[in-house]
C-alpha cells in the first residue's frame, strides 16, 4: 500500500509513519516529490488493518495496491479454474458452456422427474432444484427436505445429470453433501462465514451465489473462505442485485463477468431467473450473458410456473426453456463456446 503523507507534514510524522510501517512487518520506502512525499509499504498487507496508519497525524489517505483477496485471484493463481461437477462428469470454466437447470424447488417425484428428463434432452449438464428453502416468509413453502433430496438422487440416476441443490445451514452440509453433486450457497448466505468454512471442507464443488449487495471484493472475499477452507472447486454466481429498481425483482450485473474474468481465475455463471424475477425476460438474458463470456446458467424451469409452489412468475415452462437452449447453443457457438 502506499501512505500518501499531507502537504504540511513534519518530518517527525513521516519518521513515525515509517517506523509504524516497519512494526507492521512490512519494508518502508520513502518517495519524495514535488510537493508529496508518500510511503510505499512493501510485504504482504492483508492481515494489516490500514486503518491504524490511516488516522496518524499527517497522513492524507491510504492507498492500497493489492486487492484483499488472494486465493481466488488471477495474482495468485494465472491459469482459469474449471471445475468438473461430477468427478470425470462435465465441465465449468472450459471451452464448453454448461446449463444447469430445473425447478426452483422440488416439489414432488414426478415434477422433479419430468423436468429432469427435459432437461437432460435439451442438453443441460446439470439440475438444479431446492430442497432446503430460504423463504422470505416463514409461512411460505420451506421445501421437501430429505424427501425432495431423495428425488434429486433419482432423477440423477435417470438421467446421469449433476445434482446441483442449496444447503442453508452448517447443520445439513453432511446430509446435503450425501445426495448432492454440488452445494448451493444461496445470496442470503453469501456471508454466512461459518457455512462457507464447512462447505469449503467438505470436497464438492460449491456454487455461490452473490449476496444481493454484495460488492465484487465481498463476493471474492466470500469463495476465498471456501478456497481456504481446502475447495478449490467453486463456481460464481451472478443472480443480480437489489437496487432502486422495482420492475425487475433484481438487476442483473453482467458486467460482473468480464470484472470477475479480469481479477479472478474462478468460473462464473449467470442465473437470469432471480436477476430478472420474470419468466418473458429469461430468454434475452441468457443470450446475453453467454454473449458475454459467463462460463454457464443457472435457470428455472418448471413443467407447470403457473402452479408451482415458488417462484413462479420466474419459472421457464419445458418449451420455453427447449427454445432457448436451441438459441443459446447458436451464440455460444457464435462465441467459440459448445453447449
Ligand atoms: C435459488 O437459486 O434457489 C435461490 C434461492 O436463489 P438466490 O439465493 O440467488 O436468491
Ligand atoms: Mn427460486
Known amino acids: 500500500m502506499i501512505v500518501v503523507m499531507s502537504a504540511d507534514r513534519t518530518d517527525d510524522q513521516l519518521n513515525h509513519v515509517v517506523q509504524m510501517v516497519e512494526e507492521m512487518g512490512l519494508t518502508s520506502h520513502v518517495i519524495y516529490g514535488t510537493n508529496r512525499t508518500v510511503v510505499a509499504a512493501v510485504g504482504d498487507k492483508r492481515m494489516v488493518d490500514k486503518g491504524a496508519l490511516e488516522n496518524l497525524p499527517g497522513v492524507e489517505k491510504i492507498v492500497p495496491i493489492l486487492s484483499p483477496y488472494k486465493v481466488a485471484s488471477r495474482e495468485v493463481k494465472q491459469e482459469k479454474t474449471i471445475v468438473e461437477l461430477q468427478p470425470g462428469g462435465a465441465q465449468i470454466g472450459g471451452t464448453g458452456f454448461g446449463v444447469i437447470a430445473g425447478p426452483c424447488s422440488v416439489e414432488d417425484r414426478s415434477q422433479l422427474l419430468e423436468v429432469a428428463h427435459a432437461v437432460k434432452e435439451a442438453g443441460g449438464v446439470g439440475l438444479r432444484g431446492g430442497a432446503f428453502k430460504p423463504r422470505t416468509s416463514p409461512y ?57 468454512n464447512t462447505v469449503g471442507a467438505q470436497g464438492k464443488p460449491v456454487l455461490l451465489k452473490r449476496g444481493m449487495s454484495a460488492t465484487l471484493e465481498e463476493f471474492l472475499l466470500a469463495a476465498e473462505y471456501i478456497i481456504n477452507a481446502g475447495s478449490s472447486k467453486v463456481i460464481l454466481c ?93 451464440v455460444a457457438e457464435a462465441v467459440d463456446r459448445k453447449i
Open 140 to 196: 411460505s413453502f420451506q421445501g421437501l427436505a430429505e424427501k425432495g433430496l431423495e428425488y434429486l438422487a433419482e432423477a440423477r440416476e435417470q438421467t446421469g445429470l449433476a445434482v446441483v441443490t442449496e444447503v442453508l445451514t452448517v447443520t445439513h452440509v453432511d446430509l446435503v453433501a450425501r445426495y448432492a453433486d454440488v452445494l448451493q450457497v444461496g445470496a442470503r448466505n453469501m456471508q454466512n462465514f461459518m457455512l462457507l
Open 238 to 330: 451472478e443472480r443480480g442485485i437489489r437496487t432502486f429498481e422495482q420492475y425487475c425483482r433484481n438487476t442483473l450485473a453482467l458486467s460482473m463477468v468480464p470484472a470477475v474474468k479480469r481479477v479472478s481465475h474462478l468460473p462464473i455463471v449467470v442465473d437470469p431467473t432471480h436477476g430478472t424475477g420474470h419468466a418473458y425476460m429469461v430468454e434475452s438474458m441468457s443470450l446475453a450473458a453467454i454473449a458475454g463470456g459467463a462460463d454457464g446458467l443457472l435457470i428455472e424451469v418448471h413443467p407447470d410456473p403457473e402452479h408451482a409452489m415458488t417462484d413462479a412468475a420466474q419459472q421457464l415452462d419445458i418449451p420455453h426453456f427447449q427454445q432457448l437452449m436451441i438459441k443459446a447453443r447458436r
